[in-house]
């Protein structure tokens, strides 16, 4: 699994995530995102877990992982990317809510893919856009953030925090070239829920050509976004790498090349 962890569309450095195996309450892993607010984890096939998006000053997200699935199809490796949003703590906002999962993943037997479970999402939906509605309207209010000062947010240090190599080289810091997957194009703007995506929450708009075109995922390197291509190609059988520089699409060639 990869995820990024965001505040209001920037990304949070030194966040952590945190997983539990079934129900137990051990620890099983923690993770510290890096510069880009990225982490990465494995979790063995056929668990449950309970997965904590954290960072000190800001509220708890909680995302499950339902690894079970027919033993037939347990050899290999899936990839799953996932982003979160926190927000901060602010004095008299109610997040008993998100005592439960924001979202579940599990494995869809159809598909033999991991994806979020849909029904659960549209079901707490509402619940969560009320609660930022509550949220930005405190922070009009002036209300301040309130810290609940905890040994660990004391001394800020991790000495068991997992530090995942492999995150820091798939997500430089300053990257001069972007590959991304291109899933479809329209000539008429698609909204972020349309069927057309697919139930993907996190794809991405540019305009070229006089047509809207949509992607998915940044990545560092084109074999990265191939592997990509090739999980989705069957859900997208159009899907393609493209590449950006400063946040301009520039030619696939040329972004080799660099």
Same mark, same amino acid.
Not at 59 to 88: C, H, N, Q, W
Not at 94 to 99: A, C, E, P
Not at 207 to 215: G, I, R
């Given at each position: 699994?990869?995820?990024?962890?965001?505040?209001?569309?920037?990304?949070?450095?030194?966040?952590?995530?945190r997983? !539990?195996?079934?129900?137990?309450?051990?620890?099983?892993?923690?993770?510290?995102?890096?510069?880009?607010?990225?982490?990465?984890f494995?979790?063995?096939?056929?668990?449950?877990?309970?997965?904590?998006?954290?960072? !000190?000053?800001?509220? $708890?997200?909680?995302?499950?992982?339902?690894?079970?699935?027919?033993?037939?199809?347990?050899?290999?490796?899936?990839?799953?990317?996932?982003?979160?949003d926190?927000?901060?703590?602010?004095?008299?906002?109610?997040?008993?809510?998100?005592?439960?999962?924001?979202?579940?993943?599990?494995?869809?037997?159809?598909t033999?893919?991991?994806?979020?479970? !849909?029904?659960?999402?549209?079901?707490?939906?509402?619940?969560?856009?009320?609660?930022?509605?509550?949220?930005?309207?405190?922070?009009?209010?002036?209300?301040?953030?309130?810290?609940?000062? $905890?040994?660990?947010?004391?001394?800020?240090?991790?000495?068991?925090?997992?530090?995942?190599?492999?995150?820091?080289?798939?997500?430089?810091?300053?990257?001069?070239?972007?590959?991304?997957?291109?899933?479809?194009?329209?000539?008429?703007?698609?909204?972020?829920?349309?069927?057309?995506?697919?139930?993907?929450?996190?794809?991405?708009?540019?305009?070229?050509?006089?047509?809207?075109?949509?992607?998915?995922?940044?990545?560092?390197?084109?074999?990265?976004?191939?592997?990509?291509?090739?999980?989705?190609?069957?859900?997208?059988?159009?899907?393609r790498?493209?590449?950006?520089?400063?946040?301009?699409?520039?030619?696939?060639?040329?972004?080799?090349?660099?």
């Amino acid at each position: 699994m990869k995820g990024k962890v965001m505040f209001e569309k920037k990304t949070l450095d030194k966040s952590f995530v945190r997983v !539990y195996a079934e129900n137990s309450s051990a620890l099983l892993q923690k993770i510290e995102s890096d510069a880009s607010g990225w982490v990465a984890f494995q979790l063995p096939l056929q668990k449950f877990y309970t997965v904590k998006i954290s960072k !000190y000053g800001y509220v $708890t997200k909680i995302i499950t992982v339902d690894a079970a699935m027919p033993k037939s199809l347990e050899k290999g490796d899936y990839y799953f990317e996932f982003s979160v949003d926190l927000f901060e703590e602010i004095e008299g906002l109610d997040v008993s809510l998100l005592k439960e999962p924001v979202a579940k993943i599990f494995f869809n037997t159809f598909t033999k893919k991991f994806d979020y479970d !849909y029904n659960y999402t549209a079901k707490i939906n509402n619940d969560v856009k009320k609660l930022y509605s509550n949220y930005q309207l405190l922070k009009k209010q002036g209300k301040v953030q309130v810290f609940e000062k $905890t040994e660990e947010t004391k001394t800020e240090v991790f000495p068991d925090t997992v530090k995942n190599a492999d995150v820091k080289a798939d997500t430089p810091k300053k990257p001069s070239v972007i590959f991304s997957v291109e899933v479809l194009s329209s000539s008429e703007q698609i909204p972020k829920n349309s069927s057309l995506l697919k139930g993907i929450v996190n794809a991405k708009e540019y305009f070229e050509d006089e047509l809207y075109k949509y992607y998915i995922g940044e990545y560092a390197t084109s074999r990265e976004a191939e592997k990509m291509k090739e999980d989705i190609l069957g859900f997208f059988p159009t899907a393609r790498i493209i590449a950006f520089k400063e946040g301009k699409k520039i030619p696939l060639e040329e972004a080799t090349q660099k």
